[in-house]
């Protein structure tokens, strides 16, 4: 009877090669399934006569090929029934010549049974050419092509034994938000250029969450990803599988199995990894000393309690494995089916006044703060560090530091600088205002008004007078910057019961109003300018301080959208 098939077991060759080239056992089944007795099947290469070599198990009195297999050709056969015992506990089949001389034969170990959903099953064991060993998958009785064997043809899809590729798990995400879900990482690290990782299984916390029923072709280099906790367990592509068996990666103690030939008698643990969130839980503790008793884990597990969002664990792309904690590194910005290397985008540091709001006030001036508004694309916990400071000092590194309380009137900077795990940082400024109030435009206000004035803008220096040409310098009018709104408003206001004329005073309060380039020039009636020189005392020494010119727009000259200075325009005798 003449078939095609190809699997795995371990062979010994006789020392005789033309020999050793012409047979080999390439399946054996040593227990009897269902109806199926147990029996073995050999591939011939090249025309011979079959009968004239004998079968035998190694114990009892050797037994003839039978006739029919006389002068036959290179092909795949079988017996349905062996006609020599097959031993459960492991045996061997030689192949004899009629001197009773060993041509070739087969060693295969114990071969496991039992039953799966009131189906019966047992191991075969078949000959793999790529790893020159025989390697168990299971045959069920109730006929499941994903666990069948492949008696009379060439064993296509023989798993790849274990010992000759290598595959780890490169990256773990046991609390990742981008996607909603967490997710696993294997690397194939290296190994022939065809890879098959049927029965490959994850174990998650000791509980399966996949499992290779069919043949998966895979190659050095590739990395495959498994996203944990979706609706749905299929794959997604060559690449990309998704398995709804849990919710998620735990988020305290956890560990993660991989391992080859998954239920068979040559079960393999291929790698091992464990983590935990201050302490592991009495079960993962039993787990994990598992691991430690078998070799495939060593010492402490990785922690994880500083983790934030989005943040994994991953070994380098060396991928060495010493199966300890240092083998892992803590990867800022998780990177699923891609190689470990840090991808961080920045932070963006955003100071808030809370209470009032307010920016300008007179001593004592109570401010109360907050950084909790500045953001990473990252995810909020990214940001690892908030630093205050006024005048260059720091005074806090809390998102919320205590109120502050300035006493003596003058011109504050406060700064926020937030940085983030990868070094990246952003710093944020505001102008803090204190001044003593003015109540009247006499001699004295208005020159602390013009001295306030002056202080702002120098504080918020703009372009170069240089930047605009001579005539435009000879206009009667001209637009200073102030970034704070209420301190534009105060100054204002301190006068506006004074004097009705400054109510004409135009106040531009965003960009948005701004259709000329800067400086804007403000036209108003001489009479208007007159007042304004006599009120608030402007002078043409005020072209010294810095210009408006540029200032609220950007490098292509187009008006910024998001520029929070402000400009009054103040007239000139």
């Given at each position: 009877?003449?078939?095609?098939?190809?699997?795995?077991?371990?062979?010994?060759?006789?020392?005789?090669?033309?020999?050793?080239?012409?047979?080999?056992?390439?399946?054996?089944?040593?227990?009897?399934?269902?109806?199926?007795?147990?029996?073995?099947?050999?591939?011939?290469?090249?025309?011979?006569?079959?009968?004239?070599?004998?079968?035998?198990?190694?114990?009892?009195?050797?037994?003839?090929?039978?006739?029919?297999?006389?002068?036959?050709?290179?092909?795949?056969?079988?017996?349905?029934?062996?006609?020599?015992?097959?031993?459960?506990?492991?045996?061997?089949?030689?192949?004899?010549?009629?001197?009773?001389?060993?041509?070739?034969?087969?060693?295969?170990?114990?071969?496991?049974?039992?039953?799966?959903?009131?189906?019966?099953?047992?191991?075969?064991?078949?000959?793999?050419?790529?790893?020159?060993?025989?390697?168990?998958?299971?045959?069920?009785?109730?006929?499941?092509?994903?666990?069948?064997?492949?008696?009379?043809?060439?064993?296509?899809?023989?798993?790849?034994?274990?010992?000759?590729?290598?595959?780890?798990?490169?990256?773990?995400?046991?609390?990742?938000?981008?996607?909603?879900?967490?997710?696993?990482?294997?690397?194939?690290?290296?190994?022939?250029?065809?890879?098959?990782?049927?029965?490959?299984?994850?174990?998650?916390?000791?509980?399966?969450?996949?499992?290779?029923?069919?043949?998966?072709?895979?190659?050095?280099?590739?990395?495959?990803?498994?996203?944990?906790?979706?609706?749905?367990?299929?794959?997604?592509?060559?690449?990309?599988?998704?398995?709804?068996?849990?919710?998620?990666?735990?988020?305290?103690?956890?560990?993660?199995?991989?391992?080859?030939?998954?239920?068979?008698?040559?079960?393999?643990?291929?790698?091992?990894?464990?983590?935990?969130?201050?302490?592991?839980?009495?079960?993962?503790?039993?787990?994990?000393?598992?691991?430690?008793?078998?070799?495939?884990?060593?010492?402490?597990?990785?922690?994880?309690?500083?983790?934030?969002?989005?943040?994994?664990?991953?070994?380098?792309?060396?991928?060495?494995?010493?199966?300890?904690?240092?083998?892992?590194?803590?990867?800022?910005?998780?990177?699923?089916?891609?190689?470990?290397?840090?991808?961080?985008?920045?932070?963006?540091?955003?100071?808030?006044?809370?209470?009032?709001?307010?920016?300008?006030?007179?001593?004592?001036?109570?401010?109360?703060?907050?950084?909790?508004?500045?953001?990473?694309?990252?995810?909020?916990?990214?940001?690892?560090?908030?630093?205050?400071?006024?005048?260059?000092?720091?005074?806090?590194?809390?998102?919320?530091?205590?109120?502050?309380?300035?006493?003596?009137?003058?011109?504050?900077?406060?700064?926020?600088?937030?940085?983030?795990?990868?070094?990246?940082?952003?710093?944020?400024?505001?102008?803090?205002?204190?001044?003593?109030?003015?109540?009247?435009?006499?001699?004295?206000?208005?020159?602390?008004?013009?001295?306030?004035?002056?202080?702002?803008l120098a504080s918020n220096p703009a372009d170069s007078p240089s930047n605009l040409s001579a005539p435009e310098r000879?206009?009667?009018?001209?637009?200073?910057?102030?970034?704070?709104?209420?301190?534009?408003?105060?100054?204002?206001?301190?006068?506006?019961?004074?004097?009705?004329?400054?109510?004409?005073?135009?106040?531009?309060?965003?960009?948005?109003?701004?259709?000329?380039?800067?400086?804007?020039?403000?036209?108003?009636?001489?009479?208007?300018?007159?007042?304004?020189?006599?009120?608030?005392?402007?002078?043409?020494?005020?072209?010294?301080?810095?210009?408006?010119?540029?200032?609220?727009?950007?490098?292509?000259?187009?008006?910024?959208?998001?520029?929070?200075?402000?400009?009054?325009?103040?007239?000139?005798?």
């Amino acid at each position: 009877m003449r078939f095609s098939i190809l699997t795995s077991v371990f062979v010994l060759l006789a020392s005789n090669l033309s020999f050793a080239q012409t047979f080999q056992i390439t399946e054996i089944s040593p227990h009897k399934v269902g109806e199926m007795e147990e029996w073995f099947e050999f591939r011939v290469e090249g025309e011979v006569d079959l009968t004239q070599y004998k079968v035998s198990n190694g114990k009892n009195k050797s037994k003839p090929l039978d006739s029919s297999f006389a002068s036959e050709t290179s092909g795949y056969y079988f017996f349905e029934k062996s006609p020599v015992s097959l031993a459960n506990d492991g045996g061997v089949i030689q192949i004899l010549n009629l001197n009773e001389e060993i041509i070739h034969e087969a060693v295969y170990p114990k071969t496991k049974k039992g039953s799966t959903k009131n189906f019966d099953w047992a191991e075969i064991w078949h000959w793999s050419d790529v790893g020159q060993k025989f390697v168990p998958q299971r045959y069920h009785t109730d006929g499941d092509p994903n666990f069948s064997h492949t008696r009379g043809a060439p064993n296509t899809d023989v798993p790849t034994p274990s010992d000759q590729f290598r595959i780890l798990v490169s990256e773990v995400s046991p609390d990742w938000q981008r996607e909603g879900y967490d997710f696993i990482e294997l690397a194939v690290v290296s190994g022939p250029d065809r890879i098959n990782l049927r029965s490959l299984e994850i174990k998650h916390n000791g509980t399966q969450l996949w499992r290779f029923d069919r043949s998966e072709w895979v190659s050095p280099g590739d990395l495959l990803v498994w996203y944990v906790g979706t609706d749905t367990t299929t794959k997604m592509s060559d690449e990309i599988f998704h398995t709804a068996a849990k919710e998620g990666l735990s988020a305290g103690s956890g560990t993660i199995e991989l391992n080859a030939l998954e239920g068979t008698s040559s079960e393999t643990n291929l790698d091992a990894v464990c983590w935990r969130d201050e302490v592991l839980s009495q079960t993962e503790a039993k787990r994990v000393q598992k691991f430690r008793d078998a070799g495939h884990w060593q010492g402490d597990c990785v922690e994880i309690s500083q983790l934030i969002d989005n943040e994994s664990l991953a070994r380098d792309e060396d991928f060495l494995d010493t199966h300890t904690a240092p083998d892992w590194q803590r990867h800022f910005n998780g990177s699923a089916g891609q190689k470990n290397t840090v991808q961080n985008s920045p932070p963006q540091a955003v100071i808030r006044i809370q209470g009032s709001g307010k920016t300008i006030g007179t001593p004592p001036f109570s401010l109360n703060v907050t950084g909790e508004d500045s953001s990473d694309p990252d995810g909020l916990k990214d940001i690892e560090s908030y630093t205050w400071k006024l005048d260059g000092d720091i005074f806090s590194e809390k998102a919320n530091p205590a109120n502050i309380k300035l006493e003596t009137a003058k011109i504050y900077q406060l700064e926020l600088t937030v940085k983030d795990h990868s070094g990246a940082s952003s710093t944020a400024r505001q102008t803090i205002v204190v001044a003593n109030r003015v109540s009247a435009p006499s001699a004295s206000n208005s020159t602390e008004f013009k001295a306030h004035l002056k202080a702002s803008l120098a504080s918020n220096p703009a372009d170069s007078p240089s930047n605009l040409s001579a005539p435009e310098r000879k206009e009667d009018f001209f637009a200073p910057v102030l970034t704070n709104k209420e301190f534009v408003t105060a100054l204002f206001a301190a006068r506006k019961s004074q004097s009705k004329v400054l109510s004409s005073v135009e106040v531009i309060t965003s960009p948005k109003e701004i259709s000329d380039p800067w400086p804007r020039r403000i036209k108003l009636p001489k009479i208007v300018r007159q007042r304004l020189h006599k009120n608030i005392g402007l002078i043409w020494d005020w072209r010294l301080a810095p210009w408006a010119a540029g200032v609220g727009s950007t490098s292509d000259g187009a008006i910024d959208q998001n520029s929070e200075r402000f400009a009054i325009g103040f007239g000139v005798p």
